[in-house]
């Protein structure tokens, strides 16, 4: 696992921009699979900007989604294929063709499970996979206690995370209980994950994601398996290390 610290958020979006930015030169179909929160955001800014110069050119790339609240009505400006393309698919000048997730409205949750892991792989997997990680060191919505090779399923969200998301709804009852996450098993599957962690609320798991052991409680510590991730972390989500 490669660490880089840098001065702060925006250095670290220009980092990971300019990371797919050489993915796209090498391989224009490319598959990124895109993160939400307000983490990644930062680094979509960063890649627009080097589309709408001109810089590197995304218009055949497409993007696949990490993870979904299961139950929000359709166009929900929360649920996270809104955001997506809002923030992702929309600035790059990209089609909705161009974007895969997971149904989280599905009357089936399970067999959408099942199917997007398949679409996934029909999609040729990812190429570069981007990752926030929760205060708990969840990443997409695998909580502590998933199993490190799990596929695409249902979550119960804890407490903490329902705490921790609810600034994007108008109260916090508004925040699901449940989502489809790909599995960390799915995640572990992209060719090369690059996770971004800012702030110090984020210090003690990026520490235990990093330098403690590989273990289930700690979801983002199943990077330590992969062969090319990558952990961006700006000098006050890298204080504990
Ligand atoms: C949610 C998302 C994660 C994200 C996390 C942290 O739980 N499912 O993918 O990493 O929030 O969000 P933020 O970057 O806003 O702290």
């Avoid at 109260?171 to 996770?195: D, F, M, W, Y």
Wanted: with cysteine; aromatic share 4%; hydrophobic share 45%.
């Amino acid at each position: 696992m490669e660490v880089v610290i840098v001065q702060n958020a925006a250095a670290g979006g220009e980092l990971i921009a300019d990371s797919i930015a050489g993915l796209l030169r090498r391989k224009p179909d490319a598959l990124l699979g895109v993160a939400t929160g307000s983490t990644p955001l930062p680094i979509y800014q960063a890649l627009t900007a080097k589309v709408r110069s001109g810089e590197v050119d995304a218009s055949r790339a497409r993007i696949a989604q990490l993870d979904e609240y299961v139950g929000l009505p359709a166009g929900h400006p929360e649920s996270y294929r809104s955001v997506v393309l809002r923030e992702v698919v929309e600035p790059l000048g990209l089609s909705e063709s161009s974007f895969i997730g997971p149904d989280g409205a599905a009357e089936d949750v399970q067999a959408a499970c099942e199917a997007y892991d398949r679409a996934l792989a029909e999609a040729g997997g990812v190429d570069l996979q981007l990752l926030g990680i929760g205060t708990d060191g969840h990443i997409g919505f695998n909580e502590p206690c998933s199993s490190l090779a799990s596929r695409t399923r249902i979550k119960t969200l804890t407490r903490q995370t329902r705490e921790d998301n609810a600034r994007f709804f108008d109260s916090p009852e508004e925040v699901p209980h449940h989502v489809i996450t790909q599995g960390i098993g799915t995640i572990l599957e992209a060719r090369h994950l690059v996770l971004l962690a800012t702030g110090e609320g984020k210090a003690e798991a990026i520490a235990q994601a990093v330098e403690g052991p590989v273990a289930a409680l700690v979801p983002a510590s199943a990077l330590q398996l992969h062969p090319h991730a990558t952990v961006v972390v700006d000098e006050a989500a890298a204080s504990r290390l």
